[in-house]
């Protein structure tokens, strides 16, 4: 059973406003990652860590912000949230093996509406 | 570069009969393979995975896959689909270039419909 956690489940929001979109995991793995995801879609990265202090731009290009100040915990920040931005955001982690073998555990996921 | 490509971004069976989900695979070198399901509203889950051991693997509900070099492939399949097994599925590669770190390369996603 995977550890990893994200916050609030679902979310509706008007335009305009500030929102951040929590993960925590507990497994002390040091990668993590953002994915935004449209219904029935294929996933898209749009930012990982591997580890505090590092925070690196994914594939596809989106206005949030992520930190990492904590190994365990990998927020993700909308200045001024739009209706572009409606979509499912999911968390992954992973210990970060050597060679890329080690499973990546995904959170639930964050259903996201920006009205 | 390694990529992955699904065909068929939508697949449908009947209750009982055979699943097969399609993955192939480009890498220049030996690849580490995943296949991930997901159900509606729900993250991710790990179904199986191929890391060089060997190349027929087992994983959860079932489902196995089988790495084929020459074929460049690594099929997920089912002998009996149950309607609980309808759900989206992903595969998936681990990024193997410099700087990468592993990062998972996913393929498109394949929707299984199970009919009663």
């Known amino acids: 059973e995977a550890d990893i956690y994200q916050t609030p489940r679902y979310l509706v929001i008007g335009t305009g406003k500030k929102i951040t979109l929590e993960c925590s995991q507990t497994m002390g793995h040091d990668k993590m990652y953002w994915y935004q995801q449209d219904p029935g879609m294929e996933l898209h990265l749009i930012h990982y860590s591997y580890g505090v202090n590092s925070t690196e731009k994914g594939d596809l290009s989106s206005e949030s912000t992520v930190s990492r100040i904590r190994t365990e915990h990998f927020p993700l920040t909308l200045e001024s949230a739009r209706p572009s931005h409606t979509s499912q955001y999911l968390c992954?982690?992973?210990?970060?093996?050597?060679?890329?073998?080690?499973?990546?555990?995904f959170g639930p996921g964050t259903r996201l509406t920006v009205l | 570069a390694q990529s992955v490509t699904q065909l068929g971004s939508h697949v449908s069976v009947s209750e009982g009969a055979l699943v097969l989900l399609r993955c192939n695979y480009s890498?220049?070198?030996?690849?580490?393979l995943f296949w991930y399901v997901q159900y509606p509203n729900q993250g991710l889950q790990l179904l199986l995975k191929y890391t060089s051991a060997a190349t027929l693997v087992k994983g959860i509900n079932g489902f196995e896959a089988e790495f084929k070099k020459s074929e460049t492939s690594f099929h997920l399949t089912k002998p009996s689909a149950h309607m609980s097994d309808a759900a989206e599925y992903f595969c998936a590669v681990s990024d193997l270039s410099r700087g990468s770190q592993g990062n998972l390369i996913f393929g498109k996603g394949t929707k299984l419909s199970v009919k009663p």
């Open positions: 992954a982690s992973r210990r970060g093996l050597a060679g890329g073998t080690d499973t990546q555990y």
């Open positions: 890498s220049s070198v030996p690849p580490y």
